[in-house]
């Protein structure tokens, strides 16, 4: 990655969460927490952060509610979500494309494959905003030709 990304985590469920950043801070990845998803918001417009794992089933603002609002915010829309839930049902990974995630990750996660997938959900996003502001830049490392 081109520089330490940064991922917002909304999750309630406290024993997920301590997982799911332990994975990530190990591979490197800077990880923010909010328990609900009024933090969430409140996270993502303070931090602007390169990915936002959101948890579906929240009380009081849920996962989809949470993403709606985000992607209503001209400021955060750009930051992709991807949903991180135990919906696993037919029909769950439409519902969350529908209120705004990039993605669909079901729980338990598969930690063979977990990391890849966030990078390649990070580096998305990092295209995407760089369109979104109209800024040339590389969004990989590349070395300069000699």
Known sequence: MQAEATILYVE????NM???????RNEGFKVL????????????EQHKPDLILMD????????YQATRRLKRTPELKHIPVVALTANAMDGDRQRSIECGCE????KPINI???IEEIRDYVLQGR???????????PVLNRADPA
Request: aromatic share 4%.
């Open 12 to 15: 309630d469920d406290a024993v």
């Open 18 to 24: 301590a997982l799911v950043k332990k994975l990530l």
């Open 33 to 44: 927490e909010a328990p609900n998803g009024w933090a969430g918001l409140a996270m993502a």
């Open 56 to 63: 579906m089933n929240m009380p009081d603002l849920d996962g």
């Open 103 to 106: 993605g669909h990750i079901t």
């Open 112 to 114: 063979n494959t977990f």
């Open 127 to 137: 295209a995407t905003a760089l369109l979104a502001t109209g800024t040339d830049g």
